[in-house]
């Protein structure tokens, strides 16, 4: 079983790329996703986050109050990895029970925009990092997020670099809005059933 792992910064348009490889009927796992799902359902993950960051992590309902975890951990390294050393191996135990339910497909994909910071690139076979342009990206974010344009590049600065990005990618995918988008998924996508042909 072949795994890709698609990652990109910000408004560079991973999801809409994966909406494509989905239309070619490879199973895609969105992680950033995942994590928001088990951040939210999964009481093992909610127990852990109560021991090491108390109760002020939980808002009136009892339930992980996301964006006060958020302020909780932003600019504070140490409280960043207590919770990445919760939230990543849990993703990564519901990555692989999904992934054995897709067992039959060529290959399968996961998106991921920290797939490098995480580690997460280590379980997967090649990589695939999407690009745009840093403008296009944050007009992208702010008419997505209606956030402004301080807010989005501030995202920016906190994820790698495209440049490295694509120096660790064995695939790029140009998401400038010059660069046709589907006939470059289709090529890499004809060259990974290869790959598992092979
Ligand atoms: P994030 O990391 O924030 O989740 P992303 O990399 O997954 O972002 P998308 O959500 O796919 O990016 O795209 C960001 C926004 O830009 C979306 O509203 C999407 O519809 C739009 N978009 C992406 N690619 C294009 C394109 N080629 N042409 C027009 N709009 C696009």
């Known amino acids: 079983m072949i795994k890709i792992g698609i990652t990109g910064g910000i408004g560079s348009g991973k999801s809409t790329v994966c909406k494509v490889f989905e239309l070619l009927g490879v199973p895609v796992y969105y992680a ?27 808002d009136e309902k009892n339930a992980i109050d996301k964006k006060r975890l958020a302020a909780i951990v932003f600019n504070d390294k140490p409280k960043l990895e207590q919770l990445n050393a919760i939230v990543h191996p849990a993703v990564a135990n ?61 995202r920016i600065k906190s994820q790698l670099s495209d440049e490295e990005k694509i120096e660790r990618s064995q695939y790029v995918i140009y998401n400038d809005e010059q660069a046709l988008l589907i006939p470059q998924i289709i090529k890499i996508h004809n060259e990974l059933l290869l790959l598992h042909q092979a």
């Open 94 to 154: 519901n990555f692989n029970a999904w992934q054995k339910q897709n067992y039959t497909a060529p290959y399968l994909v996961k998106e991921a925009a920290i797939l490098f910071e995480s580690g997460a690139y280590k379980g997967v076979d090649r990589v695939i990092t999407v690009v745009a342009p840093l403008e296009i990206k944050i007009a992208r974010v702010m008419q997505r997020d209606k956030v402004d344009r301080e807010q989005v590049e501030q």
């Open 32 to 58: 950033d996703n995942a994590a928001k799902e088990l951040l939210e359902n999964d009481s093992d993950v909610k127990d852990k986050i109560v021991t090491v960051f108390g109760r002020e992590a939980l």
